[in-house]
């Protein structure tokens, strides 16, 4: 079992930034690929970005490169979500997944309990 929980939510300004954390227990960390998602009110649950098991892959949703950046800390069981230039269509529940890189979310096997991201124009 992997236990995850994200943080680094908020309500934030069109333009502003944040920096989203999951962190991770239970069983090994660095044996994980991880994802982020989001799901925004009345949509479906839309793939964000992946990073492979030692960082060195990492893949996003069109509408997020060039602004989010992936990353991953093993020592620390963490992964991270740098979030640019946030504009309102970033609001959303930003998700924490371990399993893989799939764009997918079947793709995963652990999910987190999600984080609140609210971006005002």
């Known amino acids: 079992q992997v236990q995850l929980v994200e943080s680094g939510g908020g309500l934030v300004q069109a333009g502003d930034s944040l920096r989203l954390s999951c962190v991770a227990s239970?069983?090994?960390?660095?044996?994980?690929?991880m994802g982020w998602f989001r799901q925004a009110p009345g949509k479906e649950r839309e793939f964000v970005s992946a990073i492979s098991v030692r960082g060195a892959y990492t893949t996003y949703a069109d509408d997020v490169k060039g602004r989010f950046t992936i990353s991953r800390v093993n020592a620390k069981n963490t992964v991270y979500l740098q979030m640019n230039n946030l504009n309102r269509e970033d609001t959303a529940i930003y998700y924490c997944?371990?399993?893989?890189?799939?764009?997918?979310?079947?793709?995963?096997?652990?999910w987190g309990q999600g984080t609140q991201v609210t971006v005002s124009s």
């Open positions: 997944a371990a399993g893989s890189v799939a764009r997918t979310a079947n793709g995963y096997e652990y």
């Open positions: 239970g069983r090994t960390f660095s044996s994980y690929g």
